[in-house]
């Protein structure tokens, strides 16, 4: 449907839009890190494209797969015109920064904020960057690659929970015990 | 102060506490199972609802199951006023310390029942956010599988509790 937009962008930003596809209907765009604001300024504001709806934003972990490591999107919708557009960045491990969106779309406020929490991604520019699901006291990014698929960080120290000796499930006996 | 009075005080103390004791057994035996009858009929819930498990705790609290039936309806939103708290759903790692506090204050004698899979073991959530049953907060007396229990198995669950409250000992006076 949007196939308008993917034209409109490349005809006002040309090299900055490093790829585009609109694959069963997805169009995407992948742009420069550094245009991103002027790309989504460009989105909301041109009078055919009109997208005034924050739909999502998230984040992808390439660890090891590819570089730059983390894939931010965001998901725009057009209540004018019904067309809607994901817009992509790279961002690299060592300084995983983007402009953040929330000027423009006050509803991106908490999508941002969950992808700092989740990703560790962060956003320059926006207003109140700090964790919305995990507590303060978490140290790392749960949903990056490379945290333990277990680890856990308790708050408050935690009951030792034994097996409850049944008669399916007889107790040890405790002198074989080592 | 000679030497015979503090041994005589001894004596004393040892034996008042002798009777107090002695008493205090007979009361207990000759009561617990008039106390604990009516302290399982009389249970006054307190439904730390966390998750999608709260949807099958009102439908046992609703007409058709009828929780009632065991007097066991009367949901008291302070922890103070409750003797059993429901742990309906997932305890996460940032609602564990709320938990606990909760489980504390309310009065003794008090019992916990781990509603659904996730507040019994953290169910399929084995990663990082989960806390892998809530038996690792707070002492649990009946666990009730299912995700979430059917209605009968919540019943069934509340009949486990009444039993066990029938069974107990050295609970009168805490």
Sequence with gaps: ?178 | MKDEDIIHNEVLVTRRSDAESWLRQTIERMSQPGINWSRKFSLFNYPFVTACCGMEFMSVNGPRYDMAQYGAEFPRFSPRQADLIWIVGTITQKQAPILRRVWEQMAEPKWAIAFGVCASTGGFYDNYCTVQGADRIIPIDVYIPGCPPRPEQILDGLRLLMDKIQTEHGRVMV
């Design chain 1, 1 to 178: 449907m949007s196939v308008l937009a993917l034209e409109k962008l490349k005809r006002r930003f040309g090299d900055d839009i490093l790829e585009s596809h609109s694959k069963l209907g997805d169009d995407t765009v992948l742009v420069k890190a550094e245009r991103l604001y002027e790309v989504a300024q460009f989105l909301k504001d041109d009078p055919e494209l009109q997208f005034d709806m924050p739909i999502d934003n998230t984040a992808v972990d390439w660890w090891q797969v590819s570089e730059p490591r983390f894939e931010v999107i965001w998901h725009l919708y057009s209540t004018v015109k019904h067309m809607r557009i994901r817009v992509k960045v790279r961002v690299g491990e060592d300084n995983p920064t983007c402009a953040s969106l929330t000027p423009l779309w006050p509803g991106m406020n908490w999508h941002e904020r969950e992808t700092w929490d989740m990703y560790g991604v962060r956003f320059s520019g926006h207003p109140n960057l700090k964790r919305v699901l995990m507590y303060e006291e978490f140290v790392g990014y749960p949903l990056r690659k490379d945290y333990p698929i277990t680890k856990r960080q308790p708050l408050i120290e935690e009951r030792i929970v034994r097996e409850v000796p049944t008669q399916r499930n007889p107790p040890p006996d405790m002198l074989n015990q080592p």
